[in-house]
T-cell receptor, first 111, second 112 residues
Framework: GQQLNQSPQSMFIQEGEDVSMNCTSS?????WLWYKQDPGEGPVLLIA?????ELTSNGRLTAQFGITRKDSFLNISASIPSDVGIYFC???????????FGKGTTLSVSS | KAGVTQTPRYLIKTRGQQVTLSCSPI?????VSWYQQTPGQGLQFLFE???????NKGNFPGRFSGRQFSNSRSEMNVSTLELGDSALYLC???????????FGSGTQLSVL
């Protein structure tokens, strides 16, 4: 089936550092999404990508839709303590009927 | 505007019991989806309802079922609970595009 391989599984960084995480698949997708889940809450959409090669920013967050349509990357610049949480990549399945999620990257930020 | 509301927040059940979870979507949203989140498998799609009809279904056994009412509120039922059903169950609603899903805070189900 369609799977999204997200890495790294977890990251421990210092406040102010930049962060990179990525998501790959053996399948091609037409839409890539990045979500953040705070402790005790549901995921919240951060960035949506619709075109191969597209680079989109949302504040300190920047995401890219890979040119092969099989991967996506998320960068967070100058991390702050409230960036703590689980970041998920997601893609629309081939039938367009549901979202497939990666297993998440847990980010910890120490001040 | 109120967000997606899920009740209860926490639930403890024993094996073999059944459970019903409730979800109230954002006002005006007619589509409600359910996802199961576990540490090992991440988020997995259960089913989606639109206008009281199940529109799509994930790869879960028949013990997992749902329904949607005329006011768009949705319930999810799990019968004959197993230990492996322990998870965070997330409900999400949307108005239009599938990628514009709004998630609730979830119901944390523990099966003992």
């Amino acid at each position: 089936g369609q799977q999204l391989n997200q890495s790294p599984q977890s990251m421990f960084i210092q406040e102010g550092e930049d962060v990179s995480m990525n998501c790959t698949s053996s399948s091609i997708f037409n839409t890539w999404l990045w979500y953040k889940q705070d402790p005790g809450e549901g995921p919240v959409l951060l960035i949506a990508l619709y075109k191969a090669g597209e680079l989109t920013s949302n504040g300190r967050l920047t995401a890219q839709f890979g040119i092969t349509r099989k991967d996506s990357f998320l960068n967070i610049s100058a991390s702050i303590p409230s960036d703590v949480g689980i970041y998920f990549c997601a893609a629309l399945n081939q039938a367009g009927t549901a979202l497939i999620f990666g297993k998440g990257t847990t980010l910890s930020v120490s001040s | 505007k109120a967000g997606v509301t899920q009740t209860p927040r926490y639930l403890i059940k024993t094996r073999g019991q059944q459970v019903t979870l409730s979800c109230s979507p954002i006002s005006g949203h007619r589509s409600v989806s359910w996802y199961q989140q576990t540490p090992g498998q991440g988020l997995q799609f259960l089913f989606e309802y639109f206008s009281e009809t199940q529109r799509n279904k994930g790869n879960f056994p028949g013990r997992f079922s749902g329904r949607q009412f005329s006011n768009s509120r949705s319930e999810m039922n799990v019968s004959t609970l197993e230990l492996g059903d322990s998870a965070l169950y997330l409900c999400a609603s949307r108005l239009t595009d599938l990628e514009k899903l709004f998630f609730g805070s979830g119901t944390q189900l523990s099966v003992l």
